[in-house]
């Protein structure tokens, strides 16, 4: 099986880029991303953001599942219910960081992503899917961007979903989403040895998409 694996910072387009780089190529696109935010989601529901001791509880009460539509196209479950629009928000997006520092989290959905992998030609994307998830995945790609970028890019976003937020606050949001998946103990955010460093702050969507095909035709 093809595994391709891309990791990045948020905000940098590593799902969008991902899906339609799948989509194109014939593979499953797994957002794993959206595998911590539906844990997020639940622990919110059960008002345990904030204490790992509950969250770690309630993953014995929860079934975490992924579905793939005819084109590819990926929906979340939790505990049966379609959740794939109720994860997107920037209060889920902070929730899923934390609850991806806890060891009992991660090991929770390392088999999930691992047997998705093993079954089918995938586009992984996510923060440690070369260092941790698919070490053996070929390539491996970092799609990253400044931070301002990709706060202007998640401002006109939200914007357009007509949240009432201010450029600062988006910004202020990445820096610290950053600095906490970059400092956790656990499968930090960082680039392995052999990734493929794409920095995408001077391209637009289109051209990032052609270039992570390009990267991936090159290197199967």
């Not at 799902?15 to 844990?39: C, E, N, Q």
């Not at 509880?57 to 379609?82: H, P, R, S, W």
């Not at 400092?183 to 001077?202: F, Y």
Request: charged share 25%; hydrophobic share 40%.
């Amino acid at each position: 099986m093809i595994n391709v694996a891309i990791d990045g910072p948020a905000g940098a387009g590593k799902s969008t880029i991902a899906k339609a780089a799948a989509k194109a190529l014939g593979y499953i696109y797994v957002d794993t991303g959206a595998l911590y935010r539906t844990v997020a989601l639940s622990a919110s529901r059960a008002g345990a953001l904030d204490n790992d001791k509950k969250i770690i509880e309630l993953l014995n009460t929860i079934d975490v599942k992924l579905g793939f539509a005819d084109d590819g196209a990926q929906c979340v479950y939790l505990n049966g219910e379609d959740v794939s629009s109720l994860i997107r928000t920037p209060e889920i997006s902070m929730g899923a960081s934390r609850v991806s520092a806890i060891p009992k989290v991660r090991e929770f959905l390392l088999d999930l992503q691992r047997n998705i992998a093993k079954e089918n030609n995938v586009i992984m994307d996510g923060r440690d899917i070369a260092t941790v998830v698919l070490p053996n995945a070929k390539p491996k790609i970092f799609l990253f961007a400044s931070p301002e970028c990709r706060a202007q890019r998640r401002y006109k976003e939200l914007i357009e979903k007509g949240e009432a937020v201010t450029f600062e606050e988006v910004l202020a949001d990445v820096n610290q989403r950053d600095y906490q998946d970059s400092h956790r103990k656990i499968a930090p955010l960082k680039p392995s040895e052999d990734s493929i460093m794409t920095d995408t702050s001077s391209l637009n969507l289109q051209e990032s998409i052609d270039l992570v095909i390009k990267t991936i035709k090159e290197n199967i």
